[in-house]
């Protein structure tokens, strides 16, 4: 039978003419008739699907399935929609899958009842739907690490106030008193805690351009970063006399180079930090093959390592497993590293054991 024993030639100019895929098939699933949109949408030449089963169109994986609901959708034809609620795919002439939305449309013929099937290429849609939803996903992580840290921030920075506070008034009795002991004192314990307030605003400010900052992602070379933000850190490295091992290959990934090396400052930094007083620093870079054509970035020292029940602990701002007489600082460079790994959608995650140093691992997708 031919299509146009089912229209003239007017609907016949409309079909071909449709911005839809449009595919007419017989009650065993046969097509018999397909419009120039669907020639482009699937990469076939008509003659190529003319008298072959529609289920060549359906991914391998779901035709068994696709030949039942065509039996079931003939038991009682209706116009309906295919696959609402779900994500529906259709495959190309080369294999590859996309997203679609189906139309059935039964129509009665003089031989019988045939099928129009009406397929709309959704992948645009489909994409737009995921990058709304990571960045919801996205602000509400920034909603959620904005509220810990207008807590911890006004919790940590009362400290440095309260001492400011206290000792004015006792700066102001010394100086009634005359009391050149107290008033050194006064004044030098002020000093400190004003320090102490201006470096928890500064690393407050960094932590909040890290969330909230836009970023200006782009393909850079793994390697290359690497050694970018090592070249950055060399006055630290030279002063501690740590030793960096580097094996990373050349490899391309997508990434905002500032955060990155950022990143990459504050976990060997980090590392540098909390090593062992009477050995050497070492700090070992390797990548590795990960699953899904991803890249584990690991950093090893041989540090002093904690805990593993901290290993969630010690992202969140302002947490310190330490005292900071043994090692000063306001405990936010890994939740900055945390912040950025979050918005690139990297996994970010460490292992450490006491007195073993410790690992932190970064894994990023890489560009093929």
């Avoid at 080369?94 to 009842?113: A, K, N, Q, R, Y």
């Avoid at 602990?313 to 950025?340: D, M, N, W």
Wanted: with cysteine; hydrophobic share 40%.
């Amino acid at each position: 039978m031919r299509f146009d024993s089912i229209g003239d030639d007017h609907f016949r100019l409309a079909v071909e003419s449709a911005p839809a895929a449009m595919i007419v098939s017989n009650a065993d699933g046969v097509i018999q008739f397909v419009n120039a949109e669907t020639e482009r949408m699937f990469g076939y030449h008509s003659d190529e699907l003319v008298g072959k089963s529609i289920d060549i169109l359906a991914p391998s994986r779901m035709r068994q399935a696709h030949a039942s609901l065509r039996q079931s959708f003939l038991a009682e034809p209706s116009k309906r929609p295919m696959g609402v609620g779900r994500d529906l795919k259709a495959t190309r002439r080369d294999g590859s899958e996309f997203s679609v939305e189906i139309g059935l449309t039964p129509i009665e013929t003089e031989t019988g009842t045939v099928v129009l099937a009406t397929v709309l290429d959704i992948t645009a849609r489909r994409e737009a739907e995921n990058a709304l939803s990571q960045r919801a996903a996205e602000l509400e992580r920034a909603n959620e690490r904005l509220a810990q840290f207008a807590y911890v921030a006004s919790h940590d920075l009362q400290e440095p106030l309260r001492k400011i506070a206290a000792f004015s008034d006792i700066l102001e009795q010394a100086i009634s008193a005359s009391n050149q002991t107290d008033m050194s004192y006064a004044n030098s314990v002020m000093r400190s805690s004003a320090l102490r307030a201006r470096e928890l605003v500064d690393d407050l400010l960094t932590y909040s351009r890290a969330i909230n900052d836009v970023q200006h992602l782009q393909e850079l070379d793994l390697r290359e970063e690497i050694e970018l933000a090592l070249n950055d850190l060399s006055e630290t490295v030279n002063e501690a006399n740590a030793e960096i091992r580097v094996d990373v290959p050349h490899v391309a990934f997508r990434a905002d180079r500032s955060q990155f090396a950022r990143l990459t400052h504050n976990i060997v930094s980090n590392a540098i930090k909390y090593r062992k007083p009477d050995q050497t620093p070492k700090v070992d870079i390797v990548a590795s093959p990960a699953d899904h054509g991803e890249i584990s970035l690991a950093f090893a020292d041989n540090g002093i390592g904690f805990e593993g029940k901290y290993g969630q602990v010690i992202f969140e701002p302002f947490k310190r497993l330490h005292s900071k007489a043994q090692y000063p600082g306001t405990g936010i460079g890994l939740a900055i590293c945390k912040s950025i790994a979050e918005r690139h959608g990297w996994r970010l995650s460490v292992k450490s054991q006491p007195g073993e140093g410790a690992t932190f691992y970064v894994v990023i997708p890489a560009l093929s």
